[in-house]
């Protein structure tokens, strides 16, 4: 029973480093100033189904739904190339996500420096 995890890990991890390297080659950022990062991978254990998510990074909201639309749109092509590279029995069908952690962590260290300049700026007029 423990093999499981582990191949199911080297699968993700598979199918992660493969749809990296897809993405850059389908260019399916709409500019050159936006980034397209799979940030993870999680297949089913049946190998049938794969959630992307994926981080963007240099765009607004509008980009975002983009970028998860040109994914889509050329997700059979994924894939298909992917069956050929990887040669698995099945290949998942993948399903992509906009993966928000990046952002939510950076939205917070934000934060934390404002509040930190607050209470400099606080301290400063205290003296």
């Not at 509008?62 to 290949?91: P, S, W, Y």
């Not at 399903?95 to 400063?124: H, K, M, P, W, Y």
Request: proline share 2%.
């Amino acid at each position: 029973m423990g093999a499981a995890p582990d191949r199911l890990t080297r699968v993700n991890e598979l199918i992660k480093r493969e749809l990296s390297s897809l993405i850059t080659r389908y260019s399916v950022s709409p500019s050159a100033s936006v980034l397209v990062s799979v940030t993870e991978v999680r297949t089913s254990v049946d190998l049938r189904n794969a959630t992307v998510s994926v981080s963007i990074f240099g765009g607004d909201k509008i980009t975002n739904r983009m970028v998860l639309e040109n994914l889509h749109a050329v997700r059979c092509d994924f894939q298909r190339d992917m069956a050929r590279t990887l040669g698995f029995k099945h290949t998942p069908v993948l399903n992509f996500r906009i993966d928000n952690r990046v952002a939510a962590g950076d939205r917070v260290f934000a934060l934390l420096e404002e509040l930190e300049s607050e209470q400099t700026s606080a301290g400063d007029d205290n003296e």
